[in-house]
């Protein structure tokens, strides 16, 4: 029964989507287009499929030569409108991902608001040498036209063969994808071929002018939750892992390759850690004394300073920071790939002003 009403409220969430998308490329309903570039870094899938890797990567690529902000919803934050993200804020206040991406680039201007329209004519107003916005998570929120979509797809979930929300993972239909310019796989396994990447790119019905990119999570460093300092821990070491993001099996699968994962605790992306979550891990801690407690960069930010977790309990705790590593097809490398990412987004940007150019619409 509870199959026949996913399948029922996957029907009417597909149709509600078919008409609202409809509205919006018939311009009856209108987006609005703004005379600098609206990067929109977004997902078509529930779930994480990497796009704070992305934003961080795109951040660092432009900020040496544009003056860049980034614009997100806040999504789990207990405030509404818009609000300019300090490093010092609590992420009930700004949301989880936001404040990462600030502690990551203080010097970035980070705002979160609901209602992107206004996000940007804020922005625009209040930061006026700021040349580019890079919108998190915008691609659904049609009143904006961005000049550029980039869409991250899961590479172990095939959204051709994905359904609607709530029988599958899909937020949007499969044919919006024709309103990307990039499309960035993500998690590409160790044992991916080349074979594997045109069955991907075949699954996408793309356009010539469509560019595809492959990556898989690359790990830059683990750090102390004490001091945020750069470690080394042991190979093989005792791990107790947990995590609240979009994928916390892949987190876990990561860690067991090179740790003894002994324990693990999942929770619900974006979760909120409380005074019960940390007598959890006390109590795992207690059955694992010579375990280490691994997490996300993502969880880390909302443990770093929590009341809830003891300072006895974040001396164990440690966080992955992780980035992207690009898959390269054959006859190249993983450099060359993430040349030639860089290289596109570089060419569309100037091609900003060029009205023959094809824009994310």
Not at 316 to 332: D, H, K, L, T, W
Not at 339 to 352: K, T, V, Y
Request: aromatic letters at 10%; proline letters at 5%; charged letters at 25%.
């Amino acid at each position: 029964m509870r199959v026949f009403l996913e399948k029922i409220a996957s029907l009417l969430y597909g149709m509600v989507i078919y008409v609202r998308n409809m509205l919006f490329d018939k311009d009856i309903l209108k987006g609005k287009k703004y005379d600098i570039p609206i990067v929109c870094i977004g997902n078509i899938t529930a779930g994480g499929t990497g796009k704070t890797p992305m934003v961080e990567f795109t951040v660092s690529h432009f900020m040496e030569n544009r003056n860049v902000a980034v614009l997100s919803r806040g999504y789990g934050r207990k405030t509404r409108g818009y609000r300019v993200v300090d490093i010092d804020d609590h992420y009930l206040d700004v949301g989880d991902e936001p404040l990462q991406i600030k502690r990551k680039f203080p010097e970035v201007p980070v705002i979160v608001c609901e209602r992107r329209t206004e996000g940007i004519e804020r922005i625009m107003e209040e930061f006026p040498d700021v040349d580019m916005i890079i919108m998190d998570d915008g691609f659904q929120h049609r009143w904006v036209k961005p000049y550029l979509n980039i869409i991250m797809i899961d590479a172990t979930r095939p959204v051709d063969k994905d359904h609607f929300m709530p029988a599958g993972q899909l937020r949007d239909s499969i044919e919006s994808l024709d309103r990307a310019n990039i499309f960035i796989f993500t998690k590409c396994p160790e044992n991916f071929v080349q074979l594997d990447m045109r069955l991907l790119e075949a699954s996408l019905n793309k356009k010539p002018s469509q560019a595809t990119f492959f990556t898989r999570p690359n790990i830059i460093e683990t750090r102390s939750m004490i001091g945020c300092v750069p470690v080394v821990l042991p190979v093989h070491s005792k791990v107790i892992a947990m995590a609240g993001i979009g994928n916390n099996e892949a987190f876990f699968d990561s860690l067991s390759k090179r740790y003894k994962v002994v324990k693990t605790f999942a929770f619900q992306d974006h979760h909120q850690y409380k005074a019960s979550d940390a007598q959890m891990i006390l109590e795992a801690v207690e059955q694992y004394p010579d375990a280490f407690i691994m997490t996300t960069e993502k969880d880390a930010v909302k443990l770093c300073n929590s009341d809830d977790f003891p300072a006895q309990l974040r001396t164990q705790m440690f966080y992955e920071c992780i980035g992207m590593m690009f898959v390269a097809p054959a006859n190249s490398n993983s450099i060359a790939a993430r040349d030639a990412l860089c290289e596109r987004l570089n060419n569309e940007i100037i091609s900003f002003n060029n009205d023959t150019y094809i824009r994310g619409c």
